[in-house]
């Protein structure tokens, strides 16, 4: 069994920052590919951005392509995604994910979520 729990999520204005973290436990870390995703209402479960299990390799979805940053922290066992310049369609609920191979490229791949954390942007 793994554990995610996300934390950073908030109300910013546009055109600001959140840091959210990802921490893991019961599991090997390092050799699982990680992601997030968000889903705002009544829209469909997105994958924002992803990093191998090595962290060399990432992707990031067009829409937070330039703005976001995904990071881990193998020693802490810990996940970030540095969100810049957010805009008001950035709101949703992000959700941390693992998954049982080096790579997240879709759901598809997810063996484990997290609970989720609420992300607001104002206009």
């Known amino acids: 069994q793994v554990q995610l729990v996300e934390s950073g999520g908030g109300l910013v204005q546009a055109g600001g920052s959140l840091r959210l973290s990802c921490a893991a436990s019961?599991?090997?870390?390092?050799?699982?590919?990680m992601g997030w995703f968000r889903q705002a209402p009544g829209k469909e479960r997105e994958l924002v951005a992803s990093?191998?299990?090595?962290?060399?390799?990432?992707y990031y979805a067009d829409s937070v392509k330039g703005r976001f940053t995904i990071s881990r922290d193998n020693a802490k066992n810990t996940v970030y995604l540095q969100m810049d310049s957010l805009k008001p369609d950035d709101t949703a609920v992000y959700y941390c994910?693992?998954?049982?191979?080096?790579?997240?490229?879709?759901?598809?791949?997810?063996?484990?979520w997290g609970q989720g954390t609420q992300v607001t942007v104002s206009s």
């Open positions: 990093i191998s299990w090595s962290g060399g390799n990432t």
């Open positions: 994910a693992a998954a049982q191979r080096p790579w997240v490229r879709s759901q598809d791949d997810v063996a484990y």
């Open positions: 019961g599991r090997t870390f390092s050799s699982s590919g």
